[in-house]
């Protein structure tokens, strides 16, 4: 009966001991982006989902450059105002030469006054400030961009933060390699995308298992967007590791108390 005793402990203390190296390995499969493309020599190819330029909002910091052939007043127009911009995952902030687009969604040029941008995207804003600026500057060229287009990648990333990126053409892909790219914990097949609309907290799912992926209307990012990448069962069971570790430890611990004792008798 005291082998019996002995060898049952012993045998859930193995089976402990393989229940937590099961857990703790994630598949192959489970880390691969588009595993559904074949892997062989011939040439592949995919549409990619229509892209569709961001709309300026208010609290929006816009970079606004315009050209003259007059360097004086090229100078002198722009002159803008210092915002405070965040320096993405660092958490830093600074300063940063651009216009703030206010709550009626002007923003307010030297020389040429407060001009409506809310609603349009860069292209078309740079447009409006054109027109505006012939009434007082000589054959005007504009260019306008965001200093303040945000994207923020939390959970089983390498490097999660906010980052503030160069260019508003930001594909899921892209923020995932900003942040370092996902662990090896990372549930691929179910990333969730945080975007506000109107107010209100939209939640979309995306899978990066799947090459359908790349036509899907959320494979490009919006501004203020957050990416968040849950944890597998493998990093669950990583964490519950420790409380295994400790009951296979009592259990072992335990076995050799009754061996023991075994022995004496």
Do not use: W
């Amino acid at each position: 009966m005291k082998q019996y005793t002995c060898k049952l402990i012993v045998r859930s203390a193995l089976f402990y001991y393989l229940v937590t190296c099961l857990f703790s390995c994630a598949a192959p499969k489970d880390v691969v982006y588009l595993r559904n493309v074949p892997d062989s020599g011939k040439l592949e190819s995919a549409v990619l989902a229509e892209y569709h330029q961001p709309l300026i909002q208010p609290d929006d910091i816009l970079s606004i450059t315009i050209q003259t052939i007059d360097p004086q007043i090229t100078l002198l127009v722009n002159q803008s105002a210092s915002q405070s911009v965040s320096n993405g995952a660092s958490g830093g902030v600074s300063p940063a030469n651009g216009y703030l687009v206010n709550k009626d969604g002007l923003v307010e040029v030297p020389l040429l006054g407060k001009i409506k941008v809310a609603g349009l995207t860069t292209y078309d804003a740079a447009e409006v400030i054109r027109k505006t600026a012939t009434e007082y500057l000589k054959s005007p060229t504009v260019q306008v961009r965001y200093l303040n287009y945000k994207i923020t990648v939390l959970g089983e990333v390498n490097r999660p933060g906010a980052y503030i990126t160069p260019n508003e053409k930001v594909s899921v892909f892209d923020a995932i390699g900003l942040a370092g790219d996902l662990t090896i914990y990372g549930k691929r097949e179910n990333v969730l995308i945080i975007r506000e609309i109107d107010g209100k907290k939209e939640f979309r799912r995306v899978n990066l298992t799947s090459s359908n992926f790349l036509q899907s209307p959320d494979y490009y990012l919006q501004q203020n967007d957050v990416l968040y990448i849950e944890p597998n069962k493998a990093r669950i069971a990583l964490n519950n590791t420790s409380k295994i570790q400790f009951t296979t430890i009592a259990i072992s611990l335990l076995s050799l108390v009754v061996v023991l004792i075994t022995r004496i008798k």
